[in-house]
């Protein structure tokens, strides 16, 4: 039930862009995207709800597309602060599943 | 307005023992979510609390696992005769209520890193 990402891990020089993919197999309500620091708690980015829509938070954007049960985060100008593991959560039926998480590294 | 709170933040057991994590959360919040994480791995489902009903404990082995949220007070997450294997950290989230229904996000507790000894 929980989402896939791909990829498992990213690095990147600063100014760099990066996607992260998020798909599940399950029709999909909604999707949340958290970013995770070492040995923090996620903290929350943003929340897609319709298909097609598109949101940012500072320079990540992402969009979710309904139909194809899929979301995509993007990460333009990548700054060292992005750096962390990206989460993707879906709520299927009842309670929030995340994926497995992309690990970001953005180096000077 | 105080966030999710967890307690405690670092947790020692020897096999065997029990071990209870607690997990206060948002006021006002009636939803509580708990996770487990491996190091350098996902947040993986454990159980869906609304106070006083479980809602979904189906990441939650059945053995030795327990949670609940009663009216009053913060939510427990039980491990009976810890094992080394149950060594991780333990994420709490809270939400006003269903996300599913309210798109509501989730705020994250900062965890207790449980270690079996």
């Known amino acids: 039930q929980q989402p896939v990402q791909s990829p498992q891990a990213v690095i990147l020089r600063e100014g760099e862009d990066a ?4 798909s599940s197999s399950k029709a999909l309500y909604s999707v949340h995207w958290y970013r995770q620091k070492h040995g923090e708690a996620p903290v929350f980015l943003m929340i ?7 949101k940012g938070h500072e320079k990540i954007s992402a969009s979710f ?21 990206y989460f993707c959560g879906t709520e299927i039926t009842s309670g ?11 180096k000077p | 307005n105080a966030g999710v709170m967890q307690n405690p933040r670092h947790l020692v057991r020897r096999r065997g023992q029990e071990a209870r994590l607690r997990c206060s959360p ?10 487990r994480q491996l ?19 189906s990441g939650m082995p059945k053995e030795r696992f327990s949670a609940e949220f009663p009216k009053e007070g913060p939510s427990i997450l039980r491990i009976q005769q810890v ?22 996000k989730l705020f994250f507790g900062s965890g207790t890193q449980l270690s079996v000894l």
Not at chain 1, 19 to 22: E, F, L, S, T, Y
Not at chain 2, 26 to 35: E, F, L
Not at chain 2, 85 to 104: H, I, K, Q, V
């Open chain 1, 48 to 54: 897609l709800l319709k298909g097609g829509e598109q």
């Open chain 1, 19 to 22: 996607v992260i993919n998020c």
């Open chain 2, 83 to 104: 094992v080394r294997g149950d060594s991780a950290a333990y994420f709490c989230a809270s939400s006003p209520g269903n996300s599913l229904r309210t798109n509501e």
């Open chain 1, 96 to 106: 929030m599943r995340f994926g497995a998480g992309t690990r970001l590294t953005v």
């Open chain 2, 39 to 57: 190091p350098e791995e996902g947040l993986k489902f454990m159980v869906y609390l609304q106070k006083e009903n479980i809602i979904d404990e």
């Open chain 2, 26 to 35: 948002m006021k006002g919040h009636s939803h509580v979510y708990w996770y």
């Open chain 1, 65 to 85: 597309n309904e139909k194809k049960q899929q979301s995509s985060l993007y990460l333009t100008a990548s700054q060292l602060s992005y750096s962390g593991t």
